[in-house]
């Protein structure tokens, strides 16, 4: 078995001549020589930053969620607008993530569309592995942004419900005042007080008169409690509506760029299969070309024979 013999040195050598036969100066020449020693960072594409960045800001997205769960759960360590705050934060988070995955979707679409050439057919085979690998990265992105957004739900909807259990009023005894009991009880306290007939037929009249103020406020306070929570209600299913709508797109759009994967993928074997059609036809094409030549070069000298024979 033969020995593997490193040739870096040789190459480095090579190189020094090289350099010196050109006409490098000794600071140029101990550049090229440190160049094999330290190696300069690969810069990474714009799609990469993009990703990266739209990663870190989901990754803060998550943490602000987690610091501030117990703020957003308790309700007696924050107030409704504190978590309203908390609320309006995360939105903009949501926001701001997916403008930038909706960037990255875009850059990707410009990309395959400038790789395709007049029909319709993609060239290079690398460029379609590199454009699907990007499909792969933005689904990963959705799928974790769509994760973060239904624990918030799931937050919400839990903060929504302790608030309509608080709104709903409890039930309360109603004290009911006897009033002949409470004449009774008067006059035997006061038995020395005479009262002529038409104070006797007054007072109960009086007493059902505070009853039934005391009824109809009663009345107009649940009244306005149920509207109250009637109106909280219809706002707690318009928002899970909205949320539920917003989570639907999200997956959608997650589903999508799945599709959207897997047909690039299909490409690329298409494209691959494509070429290997192309260059089997390239070779018959060059070996039939091969035998025409052929055979025109033996008809010609058979003709010359046969002329010279004759």
Not at 65 to 75: A, F, G, Q, T, W
Not at 274 to 299: C, D
Request: glycine share 2%; net charge negative; charged share 30%.
């Amino acid at each position: 078995m033969a020995k593997i013999r490193d040739r870096n040195e040789d190459f480095k050598d090579a190189v020094r001549h090289a350099a010196v036969s050109a006409g490098y100066d000794e600071s140029k020449l101990a550049a090229i020589m440190a160049s094999f020693i330290i190696h300069k960072p690969k810069q990474s594409s714009p799609f990469t930053r993009a990703a990266l960045k739209t990663l870190e800001s989901i990754g803060a997205l998550e943490q602000f969620m987690l610091k501030h769960r117990k703020d957003y759960m308790d309700m007696h360590r924050t107030t409704e607008q504190e978590r309203d705050s908390i609320e309006q934060e995360v939105a903009e988070f949501v926001k701001a993530c997916k403008e930038q995955i909706d960037i990255l979707k875009n850059s990707i679409s410009n990309e395959d569309t400038n790789a395709k050439g007049w029909l319709g057919i993609r060239a290079d085979s690398s460029n379609a592995d590199t454009i699907a690998h990007k499909h792969g990265v933005v689904l990963i992105l959705s799928e974790k942004l769509h994760a973060v957004t239904s624990e918030f739900d799931k937050l919400r909807a839990i903060r929504f419900q302790d608030a309509i259990n608080k709104r709903i009023p409890r039930r309360k005894q109603k004290r009911v005042v006897n009033p002949s009991s409470t004449v009774a009880s008067g006059i035997l306290d006061q038995p020395e007080l005479k009262e002529t007939d038409e104070t006797q037929l007054e007072r109960p009249r009086l007493q059902q008169q505070l009853l039934d103020d005391e009824t109809r406020a009663l009345q107009v306070e649940l009244t306005n409690l149920l509207d109250a929570v009637q109106q909280t209600e219809t706002k707690m299913v318009e928002m899970s509506a909205l949320n539920h709508l917003m989570s639907t797109h999200v997956l959608q759009q997650a589903q999508q760029i799945e599709h959207l994967y897997d047909q690039a993928v299909e490409a690329t074997k298409n494209v691959e299969l494509g070429n290997k059609e192309l260059s089997q036809a390239i070779q018959r094409n060059s070996s039939s070309r091969t035998f025409l030549v052929l055979f025109l070069f033996v008809l010609t000298f058979s003709i010359l024979f046969l002329d010279w024979y004759s």
